[in-house]
């Protein structure tokens, strides 16, 4: 049989993968950061950051629900303004750096939450530990170039998680009631991501059935 080659061109359109609303972005490390909150004492909040954010997104603008995110922070970057506080969060009672030098976040989940917001459900895994959490996102923003021509685009995420949940549990109790270190921890990322040459766009959820 026979087949026309414009019967041939819609056949390869249909079955082929489309990519044509996938777009790769990569997490600019030095336009990025991850903060963290938790209590101390019981009366304050702590607050620290992790620097050299690292990842990539897979953004389905036809489907945003399609799109994936993947991103890792360094241990060993924690930072509170207090060297002593951080070597010891570095050491063995938390973060363990030598032994688990990573903090790592790999989306199985995007669902729409409103206007500009979604709800990315992922598995976040710290000191060994996997547990599923879910970031409260705003964004994507819209697509603006730099003075380089580089295409960027950002976004923040929120969630709270207990560091008990991932083998967090150093403490110390206090004479009046109560402990040194809180066990809910807020997370902050603020995201700036560049544009990839379209080639490098990975298969979006759907391609990938």
Known sequence: MKMSLKSAITLLAVAAPSFAFASAWEIDSSHSSAQFAVKHMMVSNVRGTFSNVKGNINL??????????????????????????????????????????????????????????????????????????????????????????????GATATTKIKRSDFGLTWNKALEAGGVAVGDEVTITLDLETTKKPDAAAAPTATDKK
Do not use: C, Q, Y
């Not at 489907?63 to 060993?76: H, N, P, R, Y």
């Not at 995007?110 to 895994?125: E, I, Q, R, S």
């Not at 996997?130 to 994507?140: H, I, S």
């Open 60 to 153: 389905d603008d036809k489907d945003i629900t399609k799109s994936t995110i993947e991103a890792t922070l360094d241990a060993k970057t924690i930072n509170t303004n207090e060297p002593k506080r951080d070597e010891h969060l570095r050491s063995a009672d938390f973060f363990d750096v030598e032994k688990f030098p990573t903090i790592t976040f790999k989306s199985t989940k995007v669902a729409k939450a409103g206007k500009d917001k979604l709800n990315v459900t992922g598995d976040l895994t710290m000191h060994g530990v996997t547990k599923p959490v879910t970031l409260a996102v705003e964004g994507p923003t819209a697509e603006t170039k730099d003075a380089w021509g580089n295409v960027r685009r």
